[in-house]
Structure formats: structure tokens, C-alpha cells
């Protein structure tokens, strides 16, 4: 095998524009998924039958089926379903953020089913309504349990994130593919694109350390 | 004031409660006793709701809480409820635990809250201990926030569940005089427990279950000096 890099690294900068469009997508996806996340997870723990059964229908069909044929529904489906075709980054965002939604939401489930039930009635018979008692006294206790989950969600997205090559977006993966294509030679920016994302999964899971000892140490 | 009548409460099949009627004055301090099993949580768990009685009608002062129409929050404000396990919020610290009901449901301003729980962690002897966190404290120091968090919402009434039973031997008193205190400044309380000392020291009357049944409600004299069902006499044989 012989590798030969310098017919590539001028394309490198080509290549890094792409992070651009995948912390995009990662960062909107993520923070979208989080919030419909939360609000599956308490119509999964809400006493109204019909919230629990809808909840979790939609996870298991987004945790039944595979992602990148909800991303393809999503962004070749468009112009049957709305009327026009979206664009490839929203197709993706709009995505992941529902996929991703279904998975935190098992998350947000689990971590707050673990706190114990004495907290929640510790606030009912102090006459505390049921939303503040959820924001200000299961969700922050919730949270240590949930951040760690949820930071391994965070870095399977940015993984998961270069199957939007498949419908066209300008990611970090497809930039790296397309100068393969052009120059026949595809190992080389395959490899870089590789490095690009295993530096940003290192940094993801750095942070994701930092956090926890934060949490810790407020223990 | 509290008037119960005919309260059930089923677990599915299993009936937990089986119609139990009884009163309980303005400032009475009662004690529930009874083995095991016998439905004492359950009872005063349907005094403020936290379960749903299955049948039968619960007043406090004048409102029927078993009625939908009645806002359960607002009576919860007048009812407060100290726990076996005591179920303080670990994140906040002492002081945050006290002021964080009054300051969300009374809307009370900051000031005003924080006085009014250091004013409270002063009598149950804390007043030191307002900027700790609940993990720093003794189970007897949680206890004794954990009523102090009760009584920052200014309630008429209190229910205790066993609130000495989780503690060491050597904390047992600091909790009970606190609870001795707030009986004699006319608070009306309800106190489910195993300490037949204080309850037959503090209780006005002495409520004795058992098997979902009030069999005996009676002065603490009569009923410990005189029981008259052989299933409390089985009892206190077992007991004292
Ligand atoms: N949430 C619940 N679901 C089902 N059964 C329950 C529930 N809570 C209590 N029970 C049952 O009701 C019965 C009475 O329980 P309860 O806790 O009221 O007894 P207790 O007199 O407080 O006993 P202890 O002295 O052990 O605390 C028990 O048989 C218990 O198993
Ligand atoms: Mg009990």
C-alpha cells in the first residue's frame, strides 16, 4: 500500500468547510431532539394513557426503522408531502433532531424513574403544582444521571451525522468523497475526513468528562 | 379540623382501608398506632391526597377534598407532611429547602421567606446549618429541617409518618421534643408511630388500627392502661 497525501492536503481546506454544515447539523438536531425529547419523556411518565401509547409509538417506529431511510422519507418525500422540495440540511436537521428525540427520550425517561418517588410527593404535600415540581425539583436531580447518556447520544449523532452525504448535503464526509471521485484516489481523504471526525468525538467526549466531574463534585 | 367518614381505600384488590370514620380537633395531637400492614401510612396518606381514597368523604376545615371541585393544592398548603425518610431536596441547600414551596406557591418575596425560615431553623436548633446541603446533616438534623420545611408554609395542620423510624437511637429525642414543642403551641397534628412513650406523653387520644380497621380510639391513659379490644391488648403485649 502506498499512501500519498500530497496530491490531497490541498483539498484539506475544501474538505474542513464541511465541519461547518456538520456542527450544524449536529448542534440544531441535538438541541431540538433534547426538547422534543423532554416532552416525549414526561408524556411517557404522564398518567394520560393516550400520551404514554402516542410517546412511545413514536419510539419504537423511529428506533424501528433505519435512520437513513427516515432521512431519505424525509428529504426525497418532501415534495410529495409538502408541496416543494426542502433543502438537504434542513431535510437533515429536521432528522436527526426526530430520531435523536426518540433515543433521549428513553434517556429522560430512565433518569427520571430513578429519582426517588419521595421527592415528587415531598413537593405534592407542599402544595407545589406538578410543572415546578418537574423543573425545579426531578429534572436537576435527573440530570446527573441523564448528562453522561446523554453526551454519548450527542457523539453517535456526530458519527451518525455523515449518512446526510446520502442526500447531498456538503458535509465533511461527502467533500472528502467527491475529491476521491475526483482525483481517483480515495483512501487519502477518506483518512482525513476520518481524523476530522475522530478529533471532534474526542473533543465531544472530553467535555462530556469535564461535565461529569462538574457534576460530581457538586455531589 | 379533620372529619374522615367511611374511608376506603382499595390497592386494586387488596382493601387497604375499610371505613374508617373519626375526627380529629383544632390543635388535638392524635397518634396512630397499629402493627404493621395495618394501613397507618395509607390513612394519613389520604389526608392530603397523596392517595386517592377509594370511597368515603375526607373535610379539612370545611372542604371536601374527596370532591373534584376542590383545589387539592391549596389545602396541601394548610397540611403539612413530615416523612419516614424525611425526602429533602438534595440539590438546595437547607435554606433553599425551605424557602423554595413559599417562594413558588405563596410568592412571598425573598426576604420575607428567608426570615421566615431562619426564624423556623432557629427553633428546630439548625439556624447554623442554613447554607449546608442535606447530605451534610445527621438523619436527626435532616428530620428536623424536613418539619421545618413543613411549617415554612405556615400550615394549620401536620401529619407525621413515622418520623423517628429511620433515625439512630441517640436521635430519636432531638426529633421528638421538637414535634413535643409543636404540640403544645396548639398545632393540630397526626402522627403515625412506634414510640408508645411519646405517644402516650404527648397524644391527646391514641387511634388504634388495625387491619384497615379503627378498632380503638381512645385517650392514651385509657387505651394504654385499659385496652379494650384483645387485638390492642395483643398488640401492646408485643410492643411494650
Ligand atoms: N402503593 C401501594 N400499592 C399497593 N399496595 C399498597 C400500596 N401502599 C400500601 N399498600 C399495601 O397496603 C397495606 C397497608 O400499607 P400501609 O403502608 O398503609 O401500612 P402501615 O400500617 O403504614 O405499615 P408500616 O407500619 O409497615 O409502615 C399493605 O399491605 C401494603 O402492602
Ligand atoms: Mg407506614
Known amino acids: 500500500m502506498n499512501l500519498d497525501f500530497t496530491s490531497v492536503l490541498p483539498s484539506l481546506p475544501f474538505i474542513l468547510q464541511g465541519l461547518g454544515v456538520t456542527l450544524q447539523i449536529v ?19 404522564s398518567k394520560m394513557k393516550l400520551l404514554n401509547w402516542l410517546a412511545n409509538a413514536y419510539t419504537s417506529v423511529f428506533r424501528g426503522t433505519p435512520l437513513i431511510l427516515q432521512l431519505m422519507i424525509i ?4 415534495p410529495q408531502v409538502l408541496g416543494f422540495q426542502i433543502e438537504g440540511v434542513t431535510a437533515a436537521i429536521i432528522g436527526f433532531a426526530l430520531n435523536s428525540a426518540a433515543y433521549i427520550s428513553e434517556i429522560i425517561r430512565a433518569g427520571i424513574q430513578a429519582i ?7 413537593a405534592m404535600a407542599l402544595g407545589v403544582p406538578y410543572r415546578p415540581t418537574m423543573i425545579n425539583i426531578i429534572l436537576p ?14 457523539i453517535t449523532l456526530t458519527k451518525e451525522s455523515a449518512l446526510v452525504t446520502t442526500i447531498g448535503v456538503m458535509d465533511v464526509m461527502r467533500r472528502a468523497y467527491q475529491v476521491g471521485a475526483n482525483q481517483y484516489q480515495f483512501m487519502e481523504p477518506l483518512l482525513l475526513a476520518g481524523i476530522i471526525y475522530y478529533i471532534l468525538v474526542t473533543i465531544l467526549t472530553f467535555l462530556g468528562k469535564l461535565v461529569e466531574g462538574r457534576l460530581r463534585s457538586s455531589d | 379540623m379533620i372529619k374522615v367518614e367511611k374511608l376506603h381505600k382499595s390497592f386494586g384488590k387488596n382493601e387497604v382501608l375499610k371505613g374508617i370514620s373519626t375526627q380529629i380537633n383544632n390543635g388535638e395531637v392524635v397518634a396512630i398506632i397499629g402493627p404493621s400492614g395495618s394501613g397507618k401510612s395509607t390513612f394519613l396518606r389520604c389526608i392530603n391526597k397523596l392517595e386517592e381514597p ?25 397540611v403539612g407532611m413530615v416523612f419516614q425518610h424525611f425526602h429533602l431536596f438534595p440539590h438546595m441547600t437547607v435554606l433553599e429547602n425551605l424557602t423554595y414551596a413559599p417562594l413558588k406557591v405563596k410568592k412571598i418575596t425573598k426576604s420575607e421567606a428567608e426570615k421566615n425560615a431562619m426564624k423556623l431553623l432557629e427553633k428546630v436548633g439548625l439556624a447554623v446549618k442554613a447554607q449546608e446541603y442535606p447530605n451534610k446533616l445527621s438523619g436527626g438534623q435532616k428530620q428536623r429541617v424536613a418539619i421545618a420545611r413543613a411549617l415554612a ?13 429511620a433515625l439512630d437511637p441517640e436521635m430519636v429525642k432531638e426529633v421528638l421534643d421538637v414535634m413535643k414543642t409543636l404540640a ?50 395483643d398488640f401492646l403485649q408485643k410492643v411494650l
Open chain 1, 27 to 45: 448542534c440544531l438536531a441535538g438541541i431540538l431532539g433534547f426538547l422534543l425529547g423532554i416532552i416525549l419523556s414526561l408524556c411517557k411518565i
Open chain 1, 75 to 78: 428529504y426525497f418525500g418532501s
Open chain 1, 116 to 122: 426517588d418517588k419521595g421527592q415528587q410527593e415531598a
Open chain 1, 141 to 154: 436531580q435527573a440530570m446527573k444521571n441523564i448528562l453522561p447518556a446523554l453526551m454519548n447520544e450527542f
Open chain 2, 54 to 78: 377509594t370511597n368515603g368523604k375526607i373535610w379539612i376545615k370545611d372542604e371536601d377534598i374527596t370532591d373534584r371541585q376542590t383545589d387539592i393544592l391549596k389545602v396541601r398548603q394548610n
Open chain 2, 153 to 165: 408554609m405556615n400550615p394549620e395542620i401536620m401529619l407525621f409518618d413515622e418520623p423517628t423510624s
Open chain 2, 184 to 233: 403544645h403551641s396548639g398545632m393540630t397534628m397526626a402522627i403515625v408511630t412506634h414510640e408508645m412513650g411519646f405517644a402516650r406523653e404527648v397524644a391527646d387520644r391514641v387511634l388504634f388500627l388495625d387491619g384497615g380497621v379503627l378498632v380503638e380510639d381512645a385517650p392514651p391513659n385509657e387505651f394504654f392502661s385499659n385496652p379494650k379490644s384483645s387485638r390492642a391488648q
